[in-house]
């Protein structure tokens, strides 16, 4: 017997990859500060848990395939105050967005298709285009210009006849680039020439700085065939374990397929969902604090890094990620040796190589994504254990120059 072709093809985890290495560490009792992963310290609001324990259920029974009435209903409410027109019946209620993404996929894409998606990008998007039996085609954005959308000719370069959707993550996971409108309207025109979908994923629609806003796909003129919303709670209220996404469209045709593949799922989760309800009612008022706190955990991580000597990163508006260039030989076997060999007081550190969010091969090498989820104590204390990481690495570009040059000196004494 054989494992399928599309079980070897799936990646492991860009985020998940050193956990194991990460657990030991802990197990031998030093302190890991986990920046690997966007969950967020940031407690719950508890409106959305009191909403769970005031549930008068007898039994949790199965709920719509596109989720109950009154949470569609309240989501729509929360949709429009965003400035998104949409009715009830143009949300489906998914299981966390991951199974929006999917969804999404399966529906606007046969196997075989092209799938165009600007990189670095979430990592998963590849296992998700490997489930569907699509092809993920990057359009590559440089650390050099702060990840900025590639010109749109780099785009166009690459569709072929089998292209048959863009995908955009805004606020972007993992760069942090908040994509401006006119941007958006580049791409939306270029999927409406092509005939392409434009699905976006907009998980952290909330979290923009410097006042800074993100626009919705579904927002532009012209959007209602090609634009298909992928959204959760998750990152938006830290509601992470929730599992309680979204896909919305105005396009019937995707609504009504994407349905079909929901009923065979039964149904999104009960429970979630009341959280969601709770959730949809906090006023707009409630992210004003957190995203004061997210911005100051940004100051803060890229203050700090660009105080390191060798490291180069930009300023990400939005979401709670950066990218990092370091000087180190490879990414992946510096953040293996952060949590097998290297402590700072007790503690260290676990990151993202980001070789995972590029479908380009040797692409990320030395770069890292950092997620600036903890509080400004322990992140602060993170970053301090990268510096002193940085400078006792073994593989740190700068150290192996040096210890060429010396070993060429030695040499030729001999």
Not at 95 to 123: K, M, Q, R, W
């Given at each position: 017997?054989?494992i399928?072709e599309?079980?070897?093809?799936?990646?492991?985890s860009a985020?998940?990859r050193?956990?194991p290495?990460a657990?030991?560490?802990?197990?031998?009792?030093?302190?890991?500060?986990?920046?690997?992963?966007?969950?967020?310290?940031?407690?719950?609001?508890p409106?959305?848990?009191e909403?769970?324990?005031q549930?008068?259920?007898?039994?949790?029974?199965y709920s719509a395939?596109a989720g109950t009435?009154?949470y569609?209903?309240?989501?729509?409410?929360?949709?429009q105050?965003a400035?998104i027109?949409?009715?009830?019946?143009?949300?489906?209620?998914?299981?966390a967005?991951?199974?929006?993404?999917?969804?999404?996929?399966l529906?606007?894409l046969n196997?075989?298709?092209?799938?165009?998606v600007?990189e670095p990008?979430?990592?998963?998007y590849?296992a998700?285009?490997?489930?569907?039996?699509?092809?993920?085609?990057p359009v590559?954005a440089?650390?050099?210009?702060?990840?900025?959308?590639s010109?749109?000719?780099?785009?166009?370069?690459v569709?072929?006849?089998?292209?048959?959707?863009?995908?955009?993550?805004?606020?972007?996971?993992?760069?942090?680039h908040v994509?401006?409108?006119?941007?958006?309207?580049a791409?939306?025109g270029?999927?409406?020439?092509?005939?392409?979908?434009?699905?976006?994923d907009?998980?952290?629609?909330e979290?923009?700085?410097?006042?800074?806003?993100a626009?919705s796909?579904?927002s532009?003129?012209?959007?209602?065939?090609?634009?298909?919303?992928?959204?959760?709670?998750s990152?938006?209220?830290?509601a992470?374990?929730a599992?309680?996404?979204?896909?919305?469209t105005?396009?019937?045709?995707?609504?009504n397929?994407?349905?079909r593949?929901?009923?065979?799922?039964i149904?999104p989760?009960?429970?979630?969902m009341?959280?969601?309800?709770?959730?949809?009612?906090l006023?707009?008022?409630y992210?004003d604090?957190?995203?004061?706190?997210?911005q100051?955990?940004?100051?803060?991580?890229?203050?700090r890094?660009r105080?390191m000597p060798?490291?180069?990163?930009?300023?990400?508006?939005?979401a709670f990620?950066?990218?990092a260039?370091?000087p180190?030989?490879?990414a992946?076997r510096f953040?293996e040796?952060?949590l097998?060999?290297?402590?700072?007081?007790?503690?260290t550190?676990?990151?993202?190589p980001a070789?995972?969010?590029?479908a380009?091969?040797?692409l990320?090498?030395?770069?890292?994504?950092?997620?600036?989820?903890?509080?400004?104590?322990?992140?602060?204390?993170?970053?301090t254990?990268?510096?002193?990481?940085?400078?006792a690495?073994?593989?740190?570009?700068g150290k192996l120059?040096?210890?060429?040059?010396?070993s060429?000196e030695v040499?030729?004494?001999v």
């Amino acid at each position: 017997m054989t494992i399928s072709e599309r079980g070897q093809a799936m990646p492991v985890s860009a985020f998940r990859r050193l956990a194991p290495f990460a657990e030991a560490a802990r197990q031998r009792g030093r302190q890991v500060y986990a920046l690997n992963i966007g969950q967020p310290d940031i407690a719950t609001p508890p409106e959305l848990l009191e909403a769970v324990r005031q549930a008068d259920i007898r039994v949790l029974a199965y709920s719509a395939g596109a989720g109950t009435d009154s949470y569609r209903q309240k989501l729509a409410g929360y949709y429009q105050r965003a400035g998104i027109e949409v009715s009830s019946e143009q949300i489906m209620v998914t299981t966390a967005g991951s199974e929006a993404i999917l969804f999404a996929l399966l529906t606007c894409l046969n196997p075989g298709d092209e799938l165009i998606v600007s990189e670095p990008f979430y990592g998963t998007y590849t296992a998700f285009a490997i489930a569907a039996g699509v092809r993920v085609v990057p359009v590559t954005a440089r650390i050099e210009d702060g990840f900025a959308l590639s010109p749109l000719a780099d785009f166009e370069r690459v569709i072929t006849p089998r292209t048959k959707a863009i995908l955009v993550c805004n606020p972007s996971n993992p760069t942090g680039h908040v994509y401006s409108r006119a941007e958006l309207e580049a791409l939306l025109g270029l999927c409406r020439r092509h005939g392409l979908y434009l699905l976006s994923d907009e998980a952290y629609r909330e979290y923009c700085y410097d006042g800074a806003t993100a626009t919705s796909a579904l927002s532009l003129a012209g959007a209602d065939e090609h634009v298909v919303v992928m959204d959760t709670i998750s990152k938006r209220y830290s509601a992470c374990g929730a599992r309680v996404g979204a896909l919305v469209t105005r396009n019937e045709a995707v609504f009504n397929t994407a349905f079909r593949f929901a009923q065979m799922r039964i149904s999104p989760p009960g429970l979630g969902m009341l959280l969601g309800e709770a959730a949809a009612e906090l006023p707009t008022s409630y992210f004003d604090e957190n995203r004061a706190e997210y911005q100051a955990r940004r100051d803060l991580t890229v203050r700090r890094l660009r105080a390191m000597p060798g490291v180069e990163c930009p300023v990400p508006g939005g979401a709670f990620y950066v990218m990092a260039r370091l000087p180190v030989d490879d990414a992946g076997r510096f953040g293996e040796w952060l949590l097998t060999d290297f402590s700072y007081h007790n503690a260290t550190l676990y990151l993202s190589p980001a070789a995972g969010f590029y479908a380009t091969p040797g692409l990320g090498r030395q770069e890292v994504r950092l997620a600036y989820v903890l509080n400004l104590t322990d992140l602060d204390a993170a970053l301090t254990c990268l510096e002193m990481a940085l400078e006792a690495y073994p593989g740190r570009i700068g150290k192996l120059v040096r210890d060429e040059v010396v070993s060429r000196e030695v040499a030729s004494l001999v």
